[in-house]
DNA sequence: CAAAATTTGTTTACAAAGAAACAATCTCCC
DNA sequence: GGGAGATTGTTTCTTTGTAAACAAATTTTG
């Protein structure tokens, strides 16, 4: 009868139902969807969180460091950067060695804010695959760890 | 001795080493950031290419249920129609029974050039996670489709 | 049946992220 | 020591994607 298709889950994805590039794009999506909804604006974006965690945990970390292990290109760390320290969240400091580099370090205040903020973060991340047994998802972080080269 | 961290796998991430959200992130990058270095402008990007090959398979498909499965908003779903419309690769036509919605169809031309395409297409996709063992790639896919929610 | 609410797609304005060109510094090597 | 080349960060421009307001058609409901 060519009856339209009216859901989204009739939709045939036909060999794009096993590749995995373009799961992980949707996973990754619905992970994103799901945080602001649950989230919503808690003030600090997701991106913002796990550069202040990270420079809080690697004080005095250079930009060039910190964009490589989060896959931020160089130009678009200058704009966090700067945005983050715009807000007091970060000062920057070019040290004697090499004066090319920029090395960072958390704010007092930063410091007592991400830690507040990674109370909701870490609780929104566990949350995270619950649609999954705890073995499954146990096994997912392991492989997504192995994947992207971690530990 | 406060020696600065020099090289990214020096970095610590503390509990950012097993987030989902985190993880997923970076896997996403990652292959996303391989796909440019290996098939650089193939002249179909895998948004396009993934939004052309959906339509092959469910031709007559709205634009809406397109973009409910594919995750993409509809504000950007009339951009991409439109950008692939102006390629002469999609046709639009607003069917009789619901005058609010499109339905669209590849081109003769884009149904040449999407079974193409497909040929790269998936044979980068079978190249992603090299780095896990068959087995390992495999649960990974199995787990990615459920954590989505594809049957 | 008519008013209210919803769905569908578009437009406009904006935010997030990348690419390429650049400047400053540093490293390497002759 | 002094250029050639690499690194580091910034700037500018462009691409990609989202948000919010809107218009038109449809569905709901009183």
Known sequence: MDM?????????????????????????????????????EHNLKPGEFSVLWVILHNPGIRQSVLGQRLMIKRAHMTKLIRALEDQNLVSRKVPDGDRRAVEITLTPEAVTRVKQASQW????????????????????????RKFVGLG
């Open 121 to 144: 973060f870490f609780t929104y991340e566990e949350s995270v695959g619950a649609n999954l047994t705890g073995d499954e998802r146990q096994q997912l972080t392991a492989l997504l």
């Open 4 to 40: 339209p298709i009216r859901t989204a889950d009739q939709v045939e994805l036909d060999r794009l139902n096993s590749a995995l590039g373009f799961l992980m794009r949707l996973a990754q999506l619905k992970i994103y969807e799901r945080f602001f909804e649950e989230v919503g």
